[in-house]
């Protein structure tokens, strides 16, 4: 029997930042980022850390599912931006949230994280492992933002989820397959350069801002549109399902452009596509699941629909999932 998402939810936090705001000091514009992106605007945590987004959405999950927090036997938070190095932000939940009966563990796979994060706690669940996983796709990005990079500065922002994977009650519903995949070699394109063993903090690291994300966008573009696409065409023909088949495309939000591209090539139509990029920018984590959760709760996803969820980003990681929704509207 395979796993599946029983519930899911989403937090951002209520600061509202629109274009205008890098382009009130940055040599960039409203229309650029529009064009180039697709975004309009994003939310920034002015205070607190990536738990404190997680934190929101996994007592909502709770309460919705009618779930006490000791019913939840394991955490696993994606994230590229935990509260501390160590110990993990899964432990900080934990606390936070009070889930006495839990174990858990991070999980870094940048944007590709919740894909990753997923197929992990449907393998948990199906191995007998874990009951319930409560899994916390978050990322407050601005804690890594250069704001005084007009590059990178426009692209990101912060938001936190919760998804909870349990058994299914019918083989055909649920985590269906994945075709997941890592390739270090698109590592220099995309990373933060200093902070970890490989480069510790120093002042040098300070004043030479490695701390901040560096992107050659162009680069992962190109890899992106490629990647997401090859991988979620690949994963129709595995289950001779075709565009018609298909209900929603779930794509990791970087890019409009992006996710238009990998779109095209598998002859799907924009309206089955989930976007909501334009109002929270890049998440990394968070992406796909507030996607989820926002159209659940508008009421647009079915039982029964099959879901495609993609996923490219640094590492390079990049993959996809083939989701049959098991949820009652
Ligand atoms: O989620 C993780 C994975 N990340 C991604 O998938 C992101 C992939 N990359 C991208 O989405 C795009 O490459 C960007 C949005 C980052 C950039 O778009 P682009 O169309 O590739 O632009 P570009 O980097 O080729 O830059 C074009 C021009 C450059 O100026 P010149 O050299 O043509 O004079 C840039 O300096 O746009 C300039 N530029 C900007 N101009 C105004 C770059 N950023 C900005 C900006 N405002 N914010």
Request: include cysteine.
């Amino acid at each position: 029997m395979p796993a599946t998402i029983t519930a899911v939810t989403h937090y951002f936090p209520p600061d509202i930042y629109k274009n205008d705001y890098f382009s009130k000091y940055l040599d960039t514009s409203d229309e650029w980022i529009k064009t180039r992106t697709g975004i309009s605007e994003r939310r920034f945590l002015k205070e607190g850390a990536t738990s404190d987004l997680i934190v929101p959405a996994a007592k909502q999950l709770l309460e919705q599912k009618g779930l006490s927090p000791s019913d939840i036997d394991t955490i696993i938070v994606s994230t590229v931006t935990p509260d501390h190095m160590f110990p993990n932000t899964a432990a900080v939940v934990q606390d936070k949230v009070g889930m006495p009966n839990a174990w858990g563990f991070d999980i870094s796979a940048a944007c590709s994280g919740y894909l990753f994060s997923l197929r992990t706690a449907a393998s948990l669940v199906e191995s007998g492992t874990s009951k319930r996983v409560l899994l916390c796709g978050a990322d407050k990005m601005s804690s890594i933002m250069d704001f005084q990079d007009r590059a990178t500065a426009v692209l990101f922002g912060d938001g936190g989820t919760a998804t909870l994977v349990e058994m299914s009650d019918d083989p055909n519903y649920g985590i269906l397959d994945n075709i997941l995949h890592i390739d270090g070699e698109g590592g220099k394109y995309l990373k933060q350069i200093a902070g970890g063993s490989f480069k510790p903090a120093s002042h040098e690291t300070v004043d030479k801002r490695e701390h901040y994300i560096f992107q050659d966008g162009q680069n992962v573009f190109k890899a992106a549109v490629k990647g997401m696409a090859d991988v979620s065409t690949e994963i129709m023909q595995r289950h001779n399902l075709s565009h018609d088949d298909i209900a929603w495309l779930v794509p990791h939000q970087a890019n409009l452009r992006i996710i238009s591209a990998t779109a095209n090539r598998m002859g799907l139509s924009p309206d089955k596509v989930m976007i909501n990029i334009d109002k929270y920018a890049n998440t990394t984590s968070a992406t796909i699941p507030s996607c989820l959760s926002e159209w659940k709760d508008a009421g647009k996803i079915k039982k029964g629909d099959y879901l495609v969820l993609s996923s490219f980003g640094a590492g390079f990681t990049w993959g996809a999932i083939l989701l049959r929704w098991n949820m009652n509207v």
